[in-house]
């Protein structure tokens, strides 16, 4: 009994510790200024369905990297992880240009395909981006499978109520004048973390490759 309880307080811990790394990593709060900026282009409807199609297509992203992550990045792809991590950084950099130029956090041009915008860049790199994608291959070791798999739809889970409710949240901020203003704060976030991503990358290619001393 004593042993039962004792690997349930730490499954626990493990799930809340996991829970609230991919929630972090996930930024549930930059979804309320991404679906805010599509407002004017897109309908109630639309908004919807990419909030779902994006948090299923992210979901479906990390089951796959949680399995398979080694196998897809060592032997299918043959790409390291800092090179994921430099590409995703330059298409944050891009976004967060675009809402600093144009006070919109995605632009939609008229040959984009709603389903192109709910998979690139909202479900990835946004929500399943390198940090994500990257605690959600390593945590299985340290919290193991089952722990990171309810982790992980939890995550997701609570960044798509946000992302329903986004418009609602958008309404008060529009109300009180703040809006545009965050949208240009957030997409220089945004393309702040990108830069970090391509640094990151950087530097984990110059310690694999011991041209830098490791740390």
């Avoid at 939890?154 to 949240?169: D, G, H, P, R």
């Avoid at 945004?190 to 391509?198: E, V, W």
Wanted: aromatic fraction near 12%.
């Amino acid at each position: 009994m004593i042993f039962l309880e004792s690997l349930f307080t730490f499954k626990a811990a493990a799930f809340i510790s996991s829970f609230i790394t991919l929630l972090a990593l996930i930024n549930p709060i930059q979804k309320i200024f991404v679906i805010n900026s599509l407002q004017g282009q897109l309908n109630d409807k639309e908004l919807r369905y990419i909030s779902i199609k994006s948090s299923l297509t992210a979901f479906i992203i990390l089951m796959i990297f949680l399995f398979l992550g080694n196998v897809i990045f060592s032997y299918i792809f043959r790409i390291q992880l800092y090179s994921f991590r430099v590409m995703c950084g330059f298409v944050l950099v891009y976004s967060g240009w675009v809402a600093l130029q144009k006070g919109v956090l995605i632009d939609i041009g008229k040959d984009v395909r709603i389903q192109d915008i709910a998979s690139v860049p909202i479900a990835i790199p946004m929500i399943a981006g390198p940090g994500t994608i990257t605690a959600t291959v390593t945590f299985p070791v340290q919290y193991g499978s089952l722990v990171t798999v309810l982790a992980v739809f939890a995550a997701l889970s609570v960044n798509l109520i946000i992302m329903l409710y986004a418009k609602n949240i958008g309404k008060v901020l529009i109300k009180l004048n703040v809006m545009s203003a965050f949208v240009r704060i957030i997409g220089l976030i945004i393309a702040t973390i990108g830069i970090q991503m391509i640094f990151d990358g950087g530097i984990e290619f110059l310690k694999m490759h011991g041209l830098i001393k490791l740390l």
